[in-house]
């Protein structure tokens, strides 16, 4: 069984990262965080509530799987091994400290929690993510992609990227203060371009680590093709453009 300790070492490490410009960073698990664009609001059911989703970020070093739940609440990566092509991953769920357990809001919403993939799998072949979380047990299979470049294990770029998951939905991630993950304003997109235009708070208190934020962008049904698609960022100290991975 191959362990991921290195990999995980490492984004454990970011957080010992200053920020020289503060608390904003240009486009390029410890405590992922999401913007989630909810996909049913309080008290409503959905019947894709129970399935798991996933996706390949960073140039296949690291991936995302998506749950539903509340929006302020999101699961974290506990642990992540790794025999052959299969990857055994344990959510939990991370409360504030202390005596008290964290708020959640009452939403039904898709949340993105991200992990590193463990030295030896090889992204650009065929991958199941064997996922636990709390008494949820289920298998995500993801394609492989030649066209990932970075290995498992290997140091990130701190580079945006985004993978699509399904109906017009993408998880992006940018590298940033943990504090203050990317907030969407405005989201827009028509064939194989899209615009996400961010909230920009130059007063905003951010921590000063640097740390994978993941965020999940809803174009909607048949409004997108993910085919050759490119996401342009704007705000928030993101600008500039990224490639989708199908």
Known sequence: MISSTRAVAALSALGAV???????IGPGATSPSSTSLP?????????????????LLDDGRMF????????????QV??????????????????????????CTTDLAPRASVGALPEGV???????????Y??????????????LMGAPGSPTEYLPSAGWLDDG???????????????????????????????????????MDMAPRATILSFGDD??????FTLTLVGGGLEGTVQVRG
Do not use: R, Y
Not at 134 to 147: C, F, K, N, Q
Not at 223 to 228: L, R, T
């Open 39 to 55: 996909s049913s609001g309080p008290g409503q059911s959905s019947d894709d509530s129970d399935d798991l989703e996933g996706t």
């Open 134 to 147: 709390g008494d949820m047990v289920d298998d995500v299979e993801i394609d492989g992609d030649a066209s």
């Open 223 to 228: 409004e997108v093709e993910d085919d050759g």
């Open 64 to 75: 995302a799987v998506v749950t539903f739940g509340s929006s302020t609440c999101i699961p």
């Open 169 to 207: 939905s993408l998880v992006l991630l940018t590298w940033g203060s943990s504090g203050c993950p990317p907030v969407v304003d405005t989201l827009e997109g028509s064939g194989n371009t899209g615009t996400a235009t961010f909230v920009t708070d130059e007063n905003q208190a951010c921590t």
């Open 18 to 24: 200053l920020l020289i410009a503060g608390c904003t």
């Open 78 to 103: 506990d642990t992540v091994t790794a025999e052959g092509q299969t990857v055994s991953v344990t959510l939990m769920d991370v409360d504030a400290g202390g005596e008290t357990e964290k708020a």
């Open 122 to 132: 090889d992204p650009t072949k065929e991958i199941t993510l064997q996922v636990t």
